[in-house]
């Protein structure tokens, strides 16, 4: 199954006549919020109309070349329609049996639920995660169309072995991040007794945290780059600037917020969180690795990789750190300017970089306490020469 099949699959969604409570579509799209723990708030990102493009307003590989407003008018539309679960029991048994096949189709579902009167469409910040319409509670959820199940995933989330094997072979599948975190969220990964319900964006951070694991474990056997490669990009008005240079694997990512005179700048140097600088910037660094190290795979070598991510407009923040994981992957998606030397580099930099170099190398004094002064591949040092 790959990432293109699942765009493309489209399921024509005829309106169904519900004698109780309503008719909603799902992309499909699966939610999992916290309430009190074991209890967990479940459920689907539905629409209560039938689109031909459903399926691509939560599936965020398909998103290329629309801009914010278009990306928030499809995210508004989905109403987080849920039921509460006891996560431990793993009740009600129907409910999570539903959501788990909701997880792995590749194709929009009718589901019929009973619920209060719907709210105005209003878009709901989610902060670590994509926003969405406002939350519904549903005294029932019923599948009308049944889930286009994916053999392939069906297949893979019924072994019985470590969650860390099972999301690097999905993702070697093509399945997507977005696929994949829905699945672990739902308890559907690893070994059998230790499966659990967790909230969204908790699965999201375990997907991304085992990929990165596994990726530099294996980019560890590669050989190292002998060059420099500059990658620019812009997404949603946001820059990117991406750095790669001769060294083991890492990567590191700085974000400047500028807003008028103020600027906000926070710092996530890979393997040392204790110099993350706030919550926010380690949730967009963990996205931003997840594109750079599946870049860096396809490239079979090595690198360092320094990612600068400057945003300007404050609208943005409402993406959420999917903002952070597309710009790097469309920034590293272009051709490269490619430098044999550092020296060639920074010059350049110093030219592109906005902010100024040395508002992106303030503070990175930190360096020399990492025990990197003497790193001559890395480009970091090189900025604080």
């Given at each position: 199954?790959?990432?293109?099949?699942?765009?493309?699959?489209?399921?024509?969604?005829?309106?169904?006549?519900?004698?109780?409570?309503?008719?909603?579509?799902?992309?499909?799209?699966?939610?999992?919020?916290?309430?009190?723990?074991?209890?967990?708030?479940?459920?689907?990102?539905?629409?209560?109309?039938?689109?031909?493009?459903?399926?691509?307003?939560?599936?965020?590989?398909?998103?290329?070349?629309?801009?914010?407003?278009?990306?928030?008018?499809?995210?508004?539309?989905?109403?987080?329609?849920?039921?509460?679960?006891?996560?431990?029991?793993?009740?009600?048994?129907?409910?999570?049996?539903?959501?788990?096949?909701?997880?792995?189709?590749?194709?929009?579902?009718?589901?019929?639920?009973?619920?209060?009167?719907?709210?105005?469409?209003?878009?709901?910040?989610?902060?670590?995660?994509?926003?969405?319409?406002?939350?519904?509670?549903?005294?029932?959820?019923?599948?009308?169309?049944?889930?286009?199940?994916?053999?392939?995933?069906?297949?893979?989330?019924?072994?019985?072995?470590?969650?860390?094997?099972?999301?690097?072979?999905?993702?070697?599948?093509?399945?997507?991040?977005d696929q994949v975190a829905r699945m672990m969220a739902l308890g559907m990964l690893g070994r059998r007794g230790n499966r659990r319900i967790i909230?969204?964006?908790?699965?999201?951070?375990?997907?991304?945290?085992?990929?990165?694991?596994?990726?530099?474990?294996?980019?560890?056997?590669?050989?190292?780059?002998?060059?420099?490669?500059?990658?620019?990009?812009?997404?949603?008005?946001?820059?990117?600037?991406?750095?790669?240079?001769?060294?083991?694997?890492?990567?590191?990512?700085?974000?400047?917020?500028?807003?008028?005179?103020?600027?906000?700048?926070?710092?996530?140097?890979?393997?040392?969180?204790?110099?993350?600088?706030?919550?926010?910037?380690?949730?967009?660094?963990?996205?931003?690795?997840?594109?750079?190290?599946?870049?860096?795979?396809?490239?079979?070598?090595?690198?360092?990789?320094?990612?600068?991510?400057?945003?300007?407009?404050?609208?943005?923040?409402?993406?959420?750190?999917?903002?952070?994981?597309?710009?790097?992957?469309?920034?590293?998606?272009?051709?490269?300017?490619?430098?044999?030397?550092?020296?060639?580099?920074?010059?350049?930099?110093?030219?592109?970089?906005?902010?100024?170099?040395?508002?992106?190398?303030?503070?990175?004094?930190?360096?020399?306490?990492?025990?990197?002064?003497?790193?001559?591949?890395?480009?970091?040092?090189?900025?604080?020469?």
């Amino acid at each position: 199954m790959s990432t293109g099949q699942t765009i493309t699959a489209q399921l024509r969604l005829d309106e169904f006549e519900s004698t109780t409570g309503l008719t909603v579509f799902t992309p499909p799209g699966i939610f999992v919020e916290t309430s009190k723990y074991p209890i967990l708030w479940a459920g689907v990102l539905a629409s209560p109309e039938p689109s031909e493009w459903l399926s691509i307003y939560d599936h965020p590989e398909s998103w290329g070349g629309l801009d914010r407003e278009a990306v928030l008018s499809m995210r508004r539309h989905l109403y987080r329609i849920v039921v509460p679960i006891d996560a431990r029991e793993m009740t009600p048994p129907a409910i999570i049996k539903s959501l788990q096949s909701l997880s792995l189709s590749v194709a929009p579902v009718a589901l019929g639920v009973e619920v209060a009167d719907l709210p105005p469409r209003h878009l709901y910040p989610l902060g670590s995660q994509l926003p969405s319409g406002p939350i519904v509670e549903a005294d029932r959820l019923e599948l009308l169309t049944e889930p286009d199940v994916s053999r392939v995933a069906r297949r893979i989330t019924e072994r019985d072995e470590p969650a860390a094997d099972t999301v690097w072979d999905l993702l070697e599948y093509d399945y997507s991040l977005d696929q994949v975190a829905r699945m672990m969220a739902l308890g559907m990964l690893g070994r059998r007794g230790n499966r659990r319900i967790i909230p969204t964006r908790s699965a999201y951070k375990a997907v991304i945290d085992s990929f990165v694991d596994r990726a530099i474990g294996v980019l560890a056997e590669k050989p190292v780059a002998h060059d420099f490669e500059l990658y620019i990009g812009r997404t949603c008005g946001d820059s990117f600037v991406v750095l790669t240079a001769p060294g083991e694997t890492r990567v590191d990512y700085v974000r400047i917020e500028s807003r008028g005179e103020e600027t906000k700048r926070g710092t996530s140097i890979d393997g040392l969180p204790q110099f993350t600088t706030d919550s926010k910037t380690s949730v967009h660094a963990d996205y931003a690795r997840f594109s750079a190290l599946k870049h860096q795979l396809a490239s079979d070598v090595q690198r360092h990789t320094t990612i600068f991510h400057h945003t300007t407009d404050e609208r943005n923040s409402i993406l959420g750190p999917w903002l952070a994981r597309t710009g790097v992957r469309d920034a590293m998606g272009t051709a490269p300017v490619v430098f044999d030397s550092v020296s060639n580099v920074v010059p350049v930099l110093e030219s592109i970089l906005t902010p100024d170099l040395d508002s992106w190398r303030a503070d990175i004094p930190l360096l020399s306490c990492l025990g990197l002064e003497n790193d001559a591949a890395s480009p970091l040092v090189a900025f604080t020469r």
